[in-house]
């Protein structure tokens, strides 16, 4: 049987969507260019506030002083119990007047893996951004989030966030969450909450602090703004798929988009369905969003191509 009447079923379909999808995540976009430009400036960004929080710290909690609540602790038990190792730090800058608005001069800067982030960005966000290829070589979704944004209270979605931190150690600490948390922990004196414990810093180091912060923000940003463009067409690579009778259709449409696939890599299997989506439109839309993203004039017109098929049929 030829591929122009050998017919498209579930699982070949499936198939062929996973190797688009691998196809577009391996295209040198400027969208993939930014996230692994972005992991680089956090790796670096991380270290180096880093260093600067030792400083403050170090400043606030002299090690000597560390020590010696140690041996008391040691010598008298929990009485002495005020010294732990923490990542998370409420830092205030000491160098401008306090306002009335104290979170102008006085912040969380949280190095946790799960710490929280602002707007719809998670705690789970940051380590499946930074720990991407490691959750995909263990055939875990990395982009689970993105694809469910809309829907947060699916089912699936929280299955594969709880295998997700399984593999990363949220649940029991340990693996790659315990590794995290103990290259990024610094002794204090005090109690647990970080804002029981305000530490003195100067305008330097909290304008450093600062940006520490909007770089692991843009960081999270570049891994959704990738994904997303990704994940906008590969809802119209569904349809098509499903809509396509014959894997030639298929096959056609992945050649239009620069991937070569083999029909014997493809099983012999039957499927029924109707086509709507022409190979060669779908391709050209796919492309026109690779050269600009957003080409509405494009999108519109193919939607209403296939609006007009969907009325034939």
């Known amino acids: 049987m030829t591929t122009s009447k050998l017919r ?24 993939l260019e930014n996230f692994k430009s972005a992991k680089e400036d956090i790796t670096t960004a991380y270290d180096s506030a880093f260093k600067i929080a030792t400083a403050i710290v170090s400043r606030a909690y002299p090690k000597d002083d560390v020590a ?15 010294v732990a190792k923490d990542s998370c730090f409420y830092f205030a800058n000491t160098e401008i007047e306090t306002t009335e608005n104290e979170r102008e001069n006085s912040e969380h800067f949280d190095f946790k893996m799960d710490a929280n982030m602002s707007g719809r960005f998670g705690g789970l966000d940051f ?11 263990a055939g875990l979704n990395p982009e689970i989030n993105i694809q469910h944004q809309e829907n947060r209270h699916n089912p699936h979605l929280t299955q594969e966030q709880d295998k997700i931190k399984k593999f990363l150690g949220y ?77 030639k259709d298929a096959i056609d449409l992945c050649g239009a988009l620069g991937l070569n696939v ?27 969003r690779r050269v600009k993203q957003d080409n509405k004039a494009v999108i519109a017109q193919f939607k209403k191509a296939r609006q007009s098929a969907v009325a034939t049929h």
């Open 68 to 82: 010696t609540l140690q041996t008391f602790k040691k010598k008298y038990g929990n009485a002495c119990d005020v």
């Open 171 to 247: 649940n029991d600490g340990t693996g790659i969450f315990e590794q995290w948390k103990n290259k990024y922990s610094l002794y204090v004196i005090g109690t647990s909450y970080c804002r029981s414990r305000t530490i003195p810093c100067t305008a330097k180091e909290f304008e450093q602090m600062r940006a520490f912060k909007n770089a692991k923000q843009t960081f999270v940003q570049s891994h959704y703004s990738w994904a997303e463009a990704i994940q906008k067409d590969m809802r119209d690579i569904t349809l098509a798929l499903k809509d396509y009778k014959y894997v």
């Open 8 to 31: 498209l079923n579930t699982d070949l379909r499936k198939k062929i969507g996973g190797l688009i999808l691998s196809h577009f995540e391996n295209e040198q976009t400027p969208e």
């Open 127 to 137: 380590a499946v951004a930074y720990f991407r290829d490691d959750l995909k070589n």
């Open 262 to 288: 083999n029909e014997n890599e493809l099983q012999r299997t039957a499927g029924v369905s109707l086509t709507i989506y022409q190979p060669e439109n779908l391709a050209s839309l796919i492309k026109s």
